[in-house]
């Protein structure tokens, strides 16, 4: 017999998160607890409801985690595909549990230590922060930048981008848009950073404009990577017409925002069927979060680098065995996970 918790908590942001819908102090997530009645061993997994993003940022959010909780034995995912985060966690909690409970939903080369290739985050901000944040990701030694574009000063930042690429040549180069432009104003940045030699665009225009984005990514020279126009396609026939009308070059998967770990599986597959390339990317989950999505990158491919390195954000994140050095995410087997501060009942 399962037995399933849930409990909420707010992560708390070293410095304020600038990101494209605004500044960000804190972080909403929920975790669940999944346990056979009697044993003392027992799965997590995170449900890392994002505002303002996730599809299923709708009111009752609390309600639909206490139902899935109590049918937690017949936990069906192509069920609560519309509900994504919650998906993402549950599943993540039974894998966690099947597994021995020890934090190792997806047994991989990651899990057993094998480090990962990440790409360094440069968070928006002003021209000096940013430039700050860059160089300390390339002395760290990320061989990969990804960039925000759109929403703040693009002339600076294609500025910027300039700077880098004439210093270091060899360092690949992503920028993410967040759908910031108009088709017309992304065709034209599209071609200025063809010239820098960037590596790829994440969502220049706002999804929902598919005709839009089949010209961007037939005609511009710049490879177009699709993020937020997976949120919300939950029907598998939808997602074939996404991707056969668009044709992007690459699919970005946050498993937590695209129906979970079985949704993600199903990107992965249609998308190889059309020679499409894919890498995995946090959304700003805890530790908790982030190391299923780590193991599960791990076991699948995708190519490298990921976009996991979201482990030092918060002040009043999970401790656990992952470390992000060098350009690489790491976990090393055998460490400690400390979940005293998740209070899911004075008794579980």
Known sequence: MLQAL??????????PAVTSRGVMMEKETWFVKVRETGSDRFGVGEC??????????????ADRLAEACARVADFRPEEWREWSSICFGMETALADLREGGRRVPFPSDFSRGAPLEINGLVWMGSRQQVERRAEEQLAGG????????????T???????????????????????????????????????????????????????WREMRDLCRDSPLPVALDEE????????????????????????????????????????????????????????????????????????????????????????????????GGFLRYQPGGEWDLRSLDFDPDA
């Not at 910031?180 to 010239?195: I, N």
Request: charged share 25%.
């Open 230 to 325: 997976l949120i919300g396609v939950t029907d598998p026939r939808q997602r074939i017409a996404l991707l056969e009308e668009i044709r992007p070059r690459y699919i970005v998967l946050k498993p937590s925002l695209v129906g979970g770990f079985e949704a993600s599986d199903e990107w992965t597959r249609l998308a190889g069927e059309r020679g499409i390339d894919w890498w995995a990317t946090s959304a700003l989950e805890s530790n908790i979060g982030l190391n299923a999505i780590a193991q599960w990158a791990s076991l699948r491919g995708g190519i490298s680098p990921h976009g996991l390195g979201t482990g030092t954000l918060y002040e009043n994140n999970i401790p656990s065995p992952l470390e992000t050095r």
């Open 6 to 15: 849930f409990a909420k908590r707010l992560l708390r942001f070293k410095s």
């Open 142 to 153: 990320s061989r990969c930048l990804k960039l925000k574009i759109g929403a703040t000063d």
């Open 48 to 61: 890392p409801l994002f505002r303002g993003l996730g599809a299923d940022d709708r009111p009752g959010y």
């Open 155 to 209: 002339r600076a930042t294609l500025e910027l981008l300039a700077s880098v690429r004439s210093r270091f040549p060899a360092v690949q180069l992503r920028v993410d848009a967040n759908g910031a432009f108009d088709p017309a104003g992304a065709r034209r940045v599209m071609e200025e950073l063809a010239r820098l030699d960037v590596h790829s665009i994440e969502q220049p225009i706002r999804p929902g404009q």
